[in-house]
């Protein structure tokens, strides 16, 4: 992604700085974690998920997001206190889908354990137990899935359901309730999907999604007064994935160009082995470089 261009010649030290930390910032969002970040959404996904605890405030919330606790790019993971209880929310997307997410879960909820323990300055190696909050671990799956268990677990997924030391179970959401945050967020995920569809990973399609959101009421709100945001998190997650597929489809098309020399080396082996053929049509069959084929016959002749 290309640098913002500086407003004049004569920006200060300082100034580069800031402009560098507002687009690392920007590069590390996803519109999961932008819109949550804000207490008024934050307080309306909880709300979502426990509607009898009626007498919450925007005060009672507190975030505790890890900052890239596993990883070094777009991360869509969010962690927060109400009293005594801990959420860890993780959104996953169809193209992205794994059981892993337990234990990226897991790690997530390890270290966010550890890092309140020091943020309350208690100490474990104490006789005194220590107080924590109670863990409750969700996946806002956004994709399409035949199959919608409403919880998975550590044990069943990895260790066939047998008793272990360690087990966590993850609580899957997958569309809200129509017309609370959740749904709102898994509404424009899907616009965004079908809008990319539509004209690719361009900002058109970003343009498009918000539009058709704000019409139809789904965070109308945020996309009015978050727009250029948005469409600057949507793009840079779109540059991700692009370097990433490419990534994958270089890494396979090496791994079969490879594959496929090394069966055209062993078939020139076995003939080379028969004895019958001489180098140059071993070479012609196999369709190897003579120089290759010399180079084997070297090797494979008794010492």
Not at 31 to 52: I, N, R, S
Not at 136 to 148: A, L, M, N, P, S
Not at 242 to 256: D, F, K, N, Q
Not at 262 to 286: C, H, Q, Y
Request: hydrophobic share 35%; with cysteine; proline share 2%.
């Amino acid at each position: 992604m290309k640098r913002l261009e500086k407003n004049s010649a004569d920006v200060s030290d300082n100034g580069k700085k800031d402009q560098e930390g507002i687009m690392k910032r920007t590069i590390k969002d996803s519109v999961f974690t932008d819109l949550f970040q804000d207490k008024k959404y934050l307080l309306q996904l909880y709300k979502a998920l426990h509607p009898e605890d009626t007498d919450v405030t925007e005060d009672d919330l507190n975030d505790i997001t890890i900052k890239n606790v596993l990883t070094d790019n777009i991360y869509n993971d969010l962690g927060f206190t109400v009293g005594g209880k801990l959420m860890i929310l993780v959104e996953a997307q169809s193209s992205v889908w794994t059981v892993n997410i337990i234990v990226r879960a897991l790690m997530y909820l390890v270290q966010t354990w550890h890092d309140y323990f020091e943020r309350t300055k208690q100490n474990l190696y104490k006789s005194k137990k220590v107080q924590m909050p109670i863990p409750e671990v969700y996946v806002i799956f956004t994709g399409e899935r035949k199959t919608r268990p409403s919880e998975i677990s550590l044990s069943q997924e990895f260790f066939g359901g047998k008793e272990c030391a360690v087990d966590v179970k993850v609580k899957m959401i997958y569309d809200g309730k129509e017309g609370d945050i959740i749904n709102q967020y898994v509404m424009f995920t899907k616009v965004c999907n079908e809008q990319m569809k539509k004209y690719g990973r361009t900002r058109k399609a970003v343009m498009e999604a918000i539009r058709i959101c704000k019409d139809r009421n789904v965070l109308s709100e945020y996309l009015s007064s978050k727009e250029s945001e948005v469409v600057s998190i949507m793009m840079v997650l779109y540059d991700e994935e692009e370097i990433m597929r490419s990534y994958v489809e270089s890494e396979v098309y090496e791994a079969t160009q490879k594959a496929q020399y090394n069966e055209k080396i062993e078939t020139a082996k076995r003939m080379l082995n028969d004895g019958v053929l001489p180098l140059d049509k071993v070479a012609e069959f196999s369709n190897l470089p003579l120089e290759v084929i010399e180079r084997l016959a070297n090797e494979l002749q008794p010492v």
